[in-house]
């Protein structure tokens, strides 16, 4: 995979996502280790892998 397929596959920075019944906000990519890096409301930062985010559930948009 390339540099941008890879980015492209992650969730995009600020997006909110749950993870183990809680949400997070993407803070920080890692590409090359396909890692994000997510903050939730309290301000604790979590590290989370490539299997571990994409188990995530992202929230549905919201109608406009």
């Known amino acids: 995979k390339t540099y941008k397929s890879i ?3 992650m969730p995009k ?3 909110k996502i ?3 019944d809680r949400q997070y906000k993407v803070r920080q990519h890692n590409v090359l280790k396909e890692s ?3 903050v939730d ?3 604790e930062e979590l590290t989370l892998s490539k ?5 995530a559930a992202q929230p549905v ?4």
């Open 7 to 9: 980015r492209k596959s």
């Open 13 to 15: 920075i600020g997006r």
């Open 18 to 20: 749950f993870y183990n």
């Open 36 to 38: 994000l890096v997510v």
């Open 41 to 43: 409301n309290e301000g």
């Open 51 to 55: 299997d571990e985010w994409q188990t």
């Open 61 to 64: 948009p919201k109608d406009k």
